[in-house]
């Protein structure tokens, strides 16, 4: 059984500055690698993946992938209190055919 | 297109009644997953299905909670009798593909169950 584990928070961060959000997963067979943003009272919505050790930026987002340490990261420079959510990590298993599995989540807070 | 539709958005019944809930994918997905949001547990998956067969029902938690798909259109999740314990928020998504392809979240049903 897969495992998907995160610090729930919450991590508060002022404005403008870098957050860091941190997940560890159980199998390393895992391929692919998940990051969903929810806010308060909304449903999860993807803003990130990635599949190859290393870093892949978009706009504001930075996600890290470190296979033999089993741990993936996303950073968010510049942070805007419109930042404010949990952010959940997600994994699939390797076998086609099935579902993510989430962890828990970590919730931020950004200050104006 | 709309995204995935769920209905009710919010739904209070007392213990022991029946309760349903339902899902419309994305047109197009053949993979349809239920969630439930807990504070303590997080997201978790209850089951999911591929072409309208359910896959992997190994999340739901008891014989009280069954789903359906009866077309690539619509899915039921259904719980009877319902007790306080299954107030959560059921969260219905779709996918083009499997676990490593983007799943597109419906609103939520939030359940409370008095």
């Known amino acids: 059984q897969k495992e998907v584990e995160q610090n729930s928070g919450p991590l508060s961060v002022p404005e403008g500055a870098i957050a860091s959000l941190n997940c560890t997963y159980s199998?390393?067979?895992?391929?692919?690698f998940f990051w969903y943003r929810q806010y308060s009272g909304k449903s999860p919505e993807l803003i990130m993946f990635i599949y190859s050790n290393g870093d892949k930026e978009d706009g504001r987002f930075t996600a890290q992938l470190n296979k033999a340490s089993q741990y993936v990261s996303l950073l968010i420079r510049d942070s805007q209190p419109s930042d404010s959510a949990t952010y959940l990590c997600a994994v699939p298993p390797d076998r086609a055919g099935t579902a993510l599995i989430f962890g828990k989540g970590t919730t931020l807070s950004v200050s104006s | 297109d709309a995204g995935v539709i769920q209905s009710p958005r919010h739904e209070v019944t007392e213990m022991g009644q029946e309760v349903t809930l339902r899902c419309k994918p994305i047109s197009g997905h053949d993979y349809l997953f239920w969630y439930r949001q807990t504070m303590m547990r997080g997201l978790e998956l209850l089951i999911y299905f591929n072409n309208n067969v359910p896959i992997d029902d190994s999340g739901m938690p008891e014989d009280r909670f069954s789903a359906k798909m009866p077309n690539a259109s619509f899915s039921t999740l259904k719980i009877q009798p319902s007790e306080p314990r299954d107030s959560a928020v059921y969260f219905c998504?779709?996918?083009?593909?499997?676990?490593?392809?983007?799943?597109?979240f419906g609103q939520g049903t939030r359940l409370t169950v008095v």
């Open positions: 199998d390393r067979g895992s391929q692919s």
């Open positions: 998504a779709s996918s083009r593909g499997p676990g490593y392809t983007e799943a597109f």
